[in-house]
């Protein structure tokens, strides 16, 4: 049984992190919930039991907690984390703070669980569109080779949390710079030098970290959609070797978190009215790209805040009870 915390309780992640920790029936022994000063006293349920959320502080270091997550973004992970695990307290962090750090795993478990001993006191949790994306890329890559990915997302308001939710709910121009609804934005995360987005360059170079392979030619444009839960993707990939398109379709449907929808003669594909509040990633509108040799398009849809975050986070802790680090 283990001592967990949470911090960022209050927030998007943060209660699915708690509301999914309770349906999979995690081994907690003792659950505390944290978030800033203005969310303290907070109540929230687990398991038919109100927990109140505490103030995060410096107090948290001398906690007996086995094992923390961390979804209250970047500047709280690098303020905290560094310590914690000099106390030997085990970290998953859905911040973007450590994921490149070689020394850190950047974990999807159906994808690289090995990598959760890169670190045995700190894992990465990856940005959402990259989880979804190396889920359904990984049996194709292990079994064709990949030699280039073009990323191209339609991502949902609730990746920028309540404050996204809130500009399409109420019709405003609040948080993005321009109004969501009815609208789609080509602009996630900042703008760098080289033309893409901090969210552009986070799907290339994550996926090229969690697939060990840093040959890979990937590019990716990022867009904000009027959705509220749920990211989609069209995926374009270049396979090494010649495929079967069949081929493809039973590896997909065999690999573990994928769910194949492709049955065109009956409209049915992945949309994300069907992936919300589940776990799995869809695959659909599987075909080859008839423009190339060993061309192939697909369509991939998951719930950007069940396995593009929080789910994934305790899948990654489920990883580690499973190694023995923590029992
Ligand atoms: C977004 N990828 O959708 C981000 C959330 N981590 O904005």
């Given at each position: 049984m283990v001592k967990v915390g949470v911090v960022g309780a209050s927030g998007l992640v943060g209660r699915n992190i708690v509301s999914i920790l309770e349906e999979r029936k995690f081994p907690i022994e003792e659950l505390r919930l944290f978030a800033s000063a203005k969310s303290k006293d907070k109540e929230i349920f687990f398991n038919d039991k109100v927990i109140k959320i505490e103030e995060l502080n410096e107090a948290v270091f001398e906690s007996d907690l086995d094992l923390l997550f961390f979804a209250a973004g970047s500047d709280v992970s690098k303020k905290y984390i560094p310590e914690l695990m000099k106390r030997g307290i085990i970290c998953i962090d859905n911040?973007?703070?450590?994921?490149?750090?070689?020394?850190?795993g950047l974990v999807v478990p159906e994808v690289?669980?090995?990598?959760?001993?890169?670190?045995k006191t700190l894992i990465a949790n990856p940005n959402c569109s990259t989880i979804q994306s190396v889920v359904a890329l990984k049996p194709i890559y292990d079994k064709f080779g990949i030699k280039r990915i073009i990323y191209s997302t339609y991502q949902a308001v609730s990746g920028s949390g309540q404050k996204g939710l809130n500009d399409l709910d109420k019709g405003r121009n609040d948080f993005y710079p321009y109004p969501i609804k009815n609208n789609v934005i080509p602009h996630i995360d900042e703008f760098l030098e080289n033309g893409y987005t901090k969210e552009e360059m986070k799907m290339i170079n994550e996926t090229k970290k969690i697939l060990h392979d840093e040959d890979l030619k990937i590019t990716a444009t990022t867009v904000r959609v009027p959705v509220r839960f749920g990211h989609s993707i069209s995926i374009n990939v270049e396979l090494k070797s010649n495929f079967d398109l069949d081929e493809i379709k039973v590896l997909l449907s065999q690999f573990n978190g994928i769910k194949v929808v492709d049955d065109v003669k009956n409209n049915q594909y992945p949309m994300p009215i069907i992936a919300e509040k589940k776990d799995e990633v869809f695959v659909g509108r599987i075909r080859r790209d008839l423009s190339i040799e060993n061309g192939l398009n697909l369509w991939v849809v998951a719930d950007n805040i069940r396995k593009g975050a929080a789910t994934n986070a305790i899948q990654i802790a489920e990883v580690i009870l499973k190694e023995g680090v923590i029992s």
């Open positions: 911040s973007s703070n450590f994921r490149m750090r070689e020394d850190v690289n669980p090995e990598d959760v001993n890169l670190n």
